[in-house]
């Protein structure tokens, strides 16, 4: 490697995996260059959650970083880590300051069939991580009265509209996004589906909103027709825009193979059912992509705590680490096409596929077993799972 990762280690059974991980599956095989940054909750509280901003600007220097799940603290871990503050989610931190979209794709094995039967190839979806109802300002109204939505100019001038006329109680909300967000969602749309070469679908409800939703429908087609469409068109791949109602039709009856854009909430919804028709969390990859190149890969799951707390009783646990493995290799991926250094680029694709050959050759966790079709598969506890794939990549390799 010539230019280091930026390495965000995090919390509880996720931080064991990370460690087994690079000891087992990376150490001994690759030349491992990373700028270390301990996002783990003990390290976020001591400098004041500075740590966390620090990772998120390096990602911005290098371009590339890979993140261990972490703890979002909530009361509870105020006492258990003597928290001076309840700090706030370092996905969220880190997205705000990468402005970034959220792409999540499942990772498809032999022997763990989606529930829908034509889906035989993987299902993107990118979800817009700002705004709407997550940023929304809600009124419960008592009685009688008039609710307005009113905006103010600089220069005092005003608009209102009115929302509605009450005679009873009832309850209001006001969501807002903005042009400079949506476009950078759009611009991270195209550009992850030129990455990809997959096709890109987009839906609201425009029909409907026809000024809040229209506007997203707009911007993608005006950034589209002048930033993309000579790309996509050379690469034969496709960008179309339909309504929401008609999207999840097409989806349920589509074989996969492309990337859907959802606005904040449909992408919340969505990605959930998407990923459980699919198998679960623990087999999704997982990376946010900023609108100047910047990708920063992930698992999709938690910190696994009710494994962690058992795995510090001293007992054993059986633990997924393909998601966390599929975040470095995602890396290692991106690093060896940024840099040209093409054994990286094959060493990730290797250890993926070593990976998935380890799984259907019917060595996985006790998750896995559940929702595999395999007859008698070995279930390994954590670290000898990690082995397995070790001994598939030495074969391989
Ligand atoms: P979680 O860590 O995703 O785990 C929920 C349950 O899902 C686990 O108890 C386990 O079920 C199963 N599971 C998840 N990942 C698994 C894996 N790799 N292998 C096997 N089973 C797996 O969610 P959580 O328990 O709600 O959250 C724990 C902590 O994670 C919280 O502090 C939260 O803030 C944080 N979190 C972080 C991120 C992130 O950093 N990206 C995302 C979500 C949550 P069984 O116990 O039934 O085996
Ligand atoms: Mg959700």
Redesign the pocket.
């Known amino acids: 490697m010539t230019t280091p990762l930026v390495e965000m280690d995090?919390d509880e059974m996720t931080r064991i995996l990370w460690q087994m991980i690079k000891e087992e599956l990376l150490l001994p095989f690759i030349d491992l260059k990373t700028e270390y940054y301990d996002l783990g909750l003990a390290y976020r509280n001591e400098t004041n959650d500075q740590v966390t901003v620090e990772s998120a600007n390096a990602a911005k220097k290098y371009g590339v970083a890979v993140k261990c799940?972490?703890?979002?603290p909530n009361a509870a871990r105020m006492s258990e880590y003597d928290l001076k503050e309840m700090w706030k989610s370092p996905?969220g931190t880190i997205r705000a300051i990468l402005d970034g979209t959220v792409f999540r794709a499942p990772i498809l094995i032999k022997g763990i069939v989606p529930y829908v039967g034509n889906w035989n190839k993987p299902i993107t979806i990118a979800r817009h991580a700002y705004g709407d109802v997550y940023k929304n300002v809600e009124i419960k109204v008592p009685g009688k009265g008039k609710a307005e939505l009113v905006f103010t100019a600089e220069d005092g001038a005003e608009v209102r509209e009115l929302i509605h006329q009450f005679d009873g109680a009832g309850i209001i909300q006001g969501i807002h996004n903005t042009e400079k967000s949506i476009a950078s969602f759009a611009r991270a749309c195209f550009g992850y589906a030129i990455d990809t070469r997959q096709d890109l679908w987009f839906a609201t409800k425009d029909t409907i909103s026809k000024k809040y939703d229209h506007t997203f429908k707009d911007i993608f087609q005006e950034i589209y027709d002048e930033e993309y469409k000579e790309q996509f068109e050379k690469l034969g791949i496709e960008y179309f825009y339909t309504l929401i109602d008609d999207a999840v039709a097409r989806v349920i009856r589509s074989e996969g193979g492309f990337i859907w854009a959802c606005k904040n909430y449909d992408g919340d919804v969505m990605s959930d059912m998407v990923a459980t028709a699919y198998g679960d969390?623990?087999m999704m990859t997982s990376v946010l992509v900023s609108p100047d190149g910047v990708y920063e890969y992930?698992?999709a799951?938690?910190?696994?705590?009710?494994?962690y707390y058992k795995h510090l009783k001293g007992e054993e646990t059986s633990?997924?680490s393909i998601?966390t493995i599929f975040a470095w290799t995602g890396a290692l991926r991106k690093r060896g096409e940024m840099d040209g250094i093409a054994k990286l680029t094959e060493f990730a694709g290797k250890l993926e596929q070593a990976c998935i050959k380890t799984v259907e050759g019917g060595k996985m966790?006790k998750?896995l077993s559940l929702i595999s079709t395999c007859e008698n598969p070995t279930i390994l506890n954590s670290l000898d799972f990690i082995k397995a794939i070790r001994e598939t990549l030495e074969q391989i390799l």
């Open positions: 995090g799940a972490t703890i979002t996905n969390l623990s992930e698992a799951h938690g910190t696994v705590q009710r494994h633990t997924n998601a966790t998750s």
